[in-house]
């Protein structure tokens, strides 16, 4: 499978299935075929537009091959994503698992994923050449559930090395914001293919609790992976690109391909992605007791592309 993210940007937009492929129409004129993509190549699709129409047949072959369907509203914010009930041969057995797995554990494993985050943080900083003691002087103060919030802290102290320290995050706002807003949905709808495929329940969270929050376990496992959205940001600001367009989509989404660092070697953003969400039902089955968390540092593409500006 390639894997690829699809996103339908264009009003003017018909989705259907035919023959294997989702297939792209105009709406408008003689509602002529503007694309076509192989189903199974697919692993999210995208919709970022109001006058998109598509049909109940293709979302039932989304959903059959684990693909999510997402909706987007103003400022490109996910609202909300269309999952299969049926994602794992044994996802019965595992969300039972995750459903009694103890407050003490859990605790435990969102300690990890934070420390991981400052990790990242810390090396996102170092690419660009700002100061990194401030992170890394947090991760050993995170104590297990983070009662101390030391995640906040480190956020406050993050945004404004990384961006300024006029710089303030609004998921309502525009520029780095909107970017940022894009690429997380990105990662977003990639983590949440993730968590389905391991068999696990995306609502039933290590930390996140927000009654009105549908993807708890998703928002928490994306957590590492969302420095690699701001690095590309900075990037692309540095390059003066601070708004979204189609070049600026193509270029967040490619962050999902980038090769990582983890304990068995190299692998691409989305595979580490999986490998997270599967060590954490291996960790609620009794079978491991650590997440698999990439190692700190950069994708080895984007480190590249970084020092080449």
């Known amino acids: 499978m390639i894997d690829r993210i699809v996103e339908i940007a264009d009003d003017r937009r018909h989705l259907l299935v035919h023959r294997g492929f989702m297939v792209v129409r105009d709406t408008e004129g003689e509602r002529a075929e503007l694309g076509q993509v192989p189903l199974d190549d697919i692993s999210a699709v995208i919709a970022n537009a109001h006058g998109i129409t598509y049909t109940n047949n293709l979302l039932v072959a989304l959903a059959e091959r684990g693909a ?7 400022n490109h914010n996910a609202v909300g994503m269309l999952l299969t009930l049926n994602g794992h041969h044994v996802q019965a057995r595992r969300i039972e698992a995750q459903v009694a797995a103890t407050l003490p554990m859990r605790k435990r494993l969102w300690a990890s994923i934070v420390k991981s985050k400052l990790e990242q943080q810390a090396a996102a900083l170092e690419a660009i050449g700002a100061p990194t003691a401030p992170l890394n002087a947090l991760v050993s103060k995170v104590r297990s559930g983070d009662p101390d919030n030391i995640e906040a802290q480190g956020a ?3 945004w404004g090395l990384l ?5 303030r995050r609004d998921s309502g706002g525009d520029g780095r914001n909107a970017l940022l807003n894009y690429g997380y949905t990105v990662v977003r709808a990639a983590a949440a293919r993730a968590v389905v495929a391991a068999g696990l329940h995306p609502s039933l969270g290590l930390h996140h609790s927000n009654d009105s929050n549908a993807m708890r376990l998703v928002d928490d496992l994306m957590e590492p992976f969302r420095p690699l959205i701001d690095l590309r940001v900075w990037q692309l600001c540095r390059a003066h690109e601070a708004r979204v367009t189609p ?13 990582m660092q983890t304990a068995a070697g190299v692998t691409p953003v989305t595979v ?6 599967t060590s954490l039902a291996q960790v609620f089955e009794g079978v491991r007791d650590k997440l ?8 080895l593409t984007l480190a590249g592309q970084l020092g080449d500006t």
Do not use: I, M, N
């Open 68 to 74: 999510p369907f997402v909706l987007c509203g103003a």
């Open 156 to 158: 406050r102290r993050y």
């Open 163 to 167: 961006f300024g320290a006029d710089f």
């Open 247 to 259: 070049e600026s989509k193509r270029a967040l989404v490619r962050t999902l391909y980038d090769d």
């Open 272 to 277: 580490c992605l999986q490998k997270l969400a």
């Open 292 to 299: 698999d968390l990439p190692l700190p540092g950069l994708p």
